[in-house]
């Protein structure tokens, strides 16, 4: 005999509602039309949950649904809506004091329900969120043991293992936004790498004109930018600041129109700023070297125990 599962159903006005044991989707269907007077074919209407609208096809998921899920029932150009609140949701203000036991009574319900379902079927918390998960851990202990007819004890290790559980998503989610930021941050980092040391590639032939010149490579744009910014240097290339490097401090104060010690200390500041640069290109490849040598090793490891297997 085929196991029947409880659930109750209502049309689109939500004014009435009919209890009914079926074992599968279509015989809710043909059960529904039947208690609801509806004669449309079964195959032409379509089942939602009275909760959200979700729309009931497939077979297996109506078995995975736990007992007493309520369902509502469409007939053709008929849609899903939420349930509508006459008084616009300030009825509360009518009322002149909710009192504690009142209060009482209403809080432990959304647990409670969540243990008959557990009481019913173990596997339903499959089903469940993870706010219904915290619901039941923070539910207290033997009020929870009570409801799902079991012992404190038990009851006590399933509420810690969906600790665990609940702690364990929070962490994946962090890790995930941890290793998003990481990615995200190399990318960068690769890219500014590959910038600099296509110009660095070039620093060579720019020495060797200005060796051979002995005449100063200002450009005007280079002027103008020692003129203006405050801290030049952060707005240079590398080509650049290896111009300013080796230009005479004598071109650079008649280029610029500055006292000689002032020259002097932007030729400081230049080659501090690449001898900063090429030292990150540095660690980057060493960096790079090293994930690549570890992922070498793990090759290897990998071949090695192929090998022991064959």
């Known amino acids: 005999m ?10 689109s006005s939500r004014q009435t509602s009919y209890g009914v044991a079926v074992s599968s989707l279509t015989e809710l269907k043909t059960k529904a039309c039947k208690n609801l007077h509806i004669s449309s074919d079964p195959e032409a209407i379509m089942l939602v949950l009275d909760e959200d609208g979700t729309i009931v ?8 649904l736990p007992g007493n899920t309520k369902f509502m029932l469409l007939k053709e150009k ?10 616009g949701g300030t009825a509360w203000l009518m009322r002149e004091s909710v009192t504690e036991d009142e209060v009482d009574i209403a809080v432990p319900l959304n647990w409670k329900d969540l243990a008959k379902q557990l009481k019913q079927d173990l596997a339903n918390i499959l089903l469940m969120s993870e706010a219904d998960l915290q619901t039941l851990t923070d539910a207290p202990c033997d009020q ?35 290793l998003e930021l990481y990615l995200e941050a190399l990318k960068i980092e690769n890219k500014k790498a590959s910038v600099e040391w296509a110009s660095g590639s070039s620093q060579d032939v720019v020495d060797s004109s200005i060796d051979s010149s002995g005449s100063s490579t200002l450009s005007c744009r280079l002027i103008n930018v020692l003129k203006e910014k405050s801290s030049p240097e952060l707005s240079l290339s590398n080509q650049e600041l290896q111009v300013v490097i080796k230009e005479n401090v004598d071109v650079l104060v008649s280029a610029l129109k500055v006292e ?22 540095k660690i980057l490849h060493s960096l790079s070297s090293c994930s690549k040598g570890r992922k070498t090793e793990e090759d290897n490891v990998d071949v090695a125990q192929t090998k022991r297997k064959k």
């Open 57 to 64: 096809e497939d077979e297996d998921y109506f078995l995975c």
């Open 260 to 281: 000689k010690q002032k020259a002097l200390s932007l030729q400081q500041a230049c080659e501090e700023e690449l001898n900063h640069r090429l030292e990150q290109v």
């Open 2 to 11: 085929e196991k029947k599962k409880q659930c109750s159903v209502c049309d």
């Open 144 to 178: 929870l043991a009570a409801e799902m007819q079991e012992n404190v004890c038990k009851t006590k290790k399933l509420q810690d293992t969906l600790q665990r559980v609940l702690d364990r998503k929070e962490e994946e989610r962090q890790s995930r936004q941890i």
């Open 78 to 87: 008929e849609k899903w809506k939420p349930p509508q609140t006459v008084d």
